[in-house]
């Protein structure tokens, strides 16, 4: 018997190598496979028909799914290991899916589509049948303009250099550009009979800005609100794209400030501007961006979160992939960890920072300051340990997120307690332990009214691809009920923040 299985992945048609009894779920998740629960079996979101192969039927399984699915082969692949070859077909990829797990009713139209998540330190892109709404593939990146900047102001300091703007604007370009070709090619014979018609990218303001060559000087100054910050509209020809039908490329506009058309198309995912109770929706990605409010109004903020919740700029940190510790539980007095992969640790991921904090708070080797208790450095799982900066680093990134919602929140006029529901957007979002962000002070609501939601950026593009309200793009109606709010206006901001920096004494 090897040591290695195939697992092959319809519709898109690829198969994978991997070690025999490897978690699904750590397969599925660097596929661009969401899980909107964590991966801990409460949800049905990344059920997986088997078409060939087995996978026995797990007691979460019994109690989620109905006897007749489960005898039609389907799964939730968080609770299934590869221990022989498979072959699934992943239910995400058949149609779009709100954030409340609804499928979206649309208009079918000949050719193909491309959204793009454009985020400052991870891309996401997938293909789509316009006809079915079907994905065809999907590919995910960095960022290739992080050589010139992890955050968003480091990266602007470059642009306003000498040539810099339009360096990273031809980076990001021959990126995206390279990530088209390669879904198509990814798709094969499914793509070659068909056009792509559109190409819709979001992202926040200032890759907005950088993708279209404009000014970010306004994002460099206070009050650092942009210029130009509606819908950009190109051919693919105009952007040296060679794309079969020379599609329109779109990038959807902004709300305000820094925050961009990723949250204008995580309000379209998750329906906030359609609630008659106010929520909120939350990116804990580097450039932090919330909105509170209902459909009435809204109120939203970005706030300079960095990029620890991403696994960067810690000293052990690294993206959710194989070899990163993602989950750090507290048994018997000890730390255990889990890494994704089932193989030797390399690294420590954003949920397992969280997690690796919160264990230690717990077992006292962090005090409520930050500050390490014993010695310079907690270890997790030899080689990867905990040091004092990357407790910094997340201090400052929860308390610039916890800080910025307090304050909308009471702008807005409403109590904590008050959300009907507080989502949580991006592929962290998916994998934080809740009870983890609580204990931290990162998000002090409870358990159920906090949602992961995925990736509500890339959703919204489909959304838009597939025809979402609002057909020429600029959404102006939507944008109207929207009011940027500069925290850097707001003369408590910097006492709420020192106060957040702090963890919260642990409950009785």
């Known amino acids: 018997m090897t040591d290695n299985v ?3 992945l319809q519709p898109m048609g690829r198969t994978l190598g991997v070690r025999r009894g490897c978690p699904l779920q750590d397969v599925l998740f660097a596929q661009g496979v969401e899980f909107p629960c964590g991966g801990h079996g409460r949800c049905r979101g990344c059920r ?11 007691p979460e399984d019994a109690r989620l799914l109905s006897p007749a699915d489960t005898a039609d082969g389907w799964r939730l692949a968080c609770r299934a290991r590869a221990v022989g070859d498979l072959t699934i077909e992943l ?3 058949e149609a779009a899916i709100l954030a409340d797990d609804t499928v979206l009713s649309f208009v079918p139209r000949s050719g193909l589509g491309i959204a793009v998540d454009l985020g400052t330190t991870t891309l996401a892109a997938q293909l789509l049948d316009l006809r079915t709404g079907c994905v065809l593939a999907v590919r995910t990146a960095l ?30 370009r021959d990126q995206i550009r390279g990530l088209a070709a390669a879904l198509v090619a990814d798709a094969g014979g499914a793509a070659r009979a068909d056009p792509v018609a559109d190409v819709v990218i979001v992202g926040n303001t200032a890759m907005h800005h950088l993708f279209a060559d404009l000014d970010v000087g306004p994002l460099s100054r206070f009050p650092f609100e942009p210029e130009d910050d509606g819908l950009l509209s190109f051919s693919a020809d105009a952007l040296g794209w060679s794309l079969p039908g020379n599609p329109r490329v779109r990038f959807l506009p902004c709300l305000g400030g820094f925050v961009g058309s990723d949250l204008l198309a995580g309000l379209l995912a998750t329906r906030l501007h359609e609630s008659d109770e106010p929520a909120a929706l939350v990116d804990l990605g580097t450039n932090g961006e919330i909105v509170v409010g209902n459909r009435g109004r809204m109120l939203c903020a970005s706030t300079a979160a960095g990029p620890a919740f991403e696994g960067a700029r810690v000293s052990m940190g690294m993206r959710a992939v194989t070899g990163a510790i993602s989950e750090v539980r507290v048994r018997d007095g000890r730390m255990h960890c889990r890494v994704l992969g089932d193989v030797a640790p390399r690294g420590l991921c954003g949920s397992g920072l969280v997690d690796a904090v919160a264990a230690g708070l717990d077992l006292g080797r962090i005090d409520p300051t930050g500050r390490l208790s014993h010695g310079d450095a907690l270890e997790l799982a ?25 304050i909308l929140l009471e702008q807005w006029g409403a109590r904590p307690d008050q959300l009907a529901r507080l989502h949580l957007a991006g592929a962290f979002g998916n994998y934080i332990n809740r009870a983890s962000a609580r204990r931290i002070g990162l998000l002090d609501f409870p358990d159920a009214t906090v949602l992961p939601s995925g990736n509500t950026a890339l959703l919204g593009a489909k959304l838009v691809l597939l025809g979402a309200p609002d057909d020429d793009g600029t959404f102006a109606t939507l944008r109207s009920r929207v009011r940027h709010v500069s925290l850097g206006e707001d003369a408590r901001f910097q006492d709420i923040f020192v106060d957040e920096m702090r963890f919260p004494q642990p409950t009785p």
């Open 6 to 8: 195939r697992v092959e």
């Open 48 to 58: 997986v028909r088997l078409l060939a192969g087995s996978l026995p039927v797990t």
């Open 91 to 93: 239910a995400q990829w």
């Open 143 to 172: 960022n290739d303009q992080a050589r010139h900047g992890a955050d968003i102001m480091s990266r602007i300091g470059f642009a306003m250099q000498g040539g810099g703007r339009r360096e990273l604007t031809r980076v990001i």
């Open 382 to 406: 030899p080689p990867v340990a905990l040091r004092q900066a990357d407790i910094r680093e997340l201090q400052l990134a929860k308390a610039a997120i916890a800080a910025g919602l307090r």
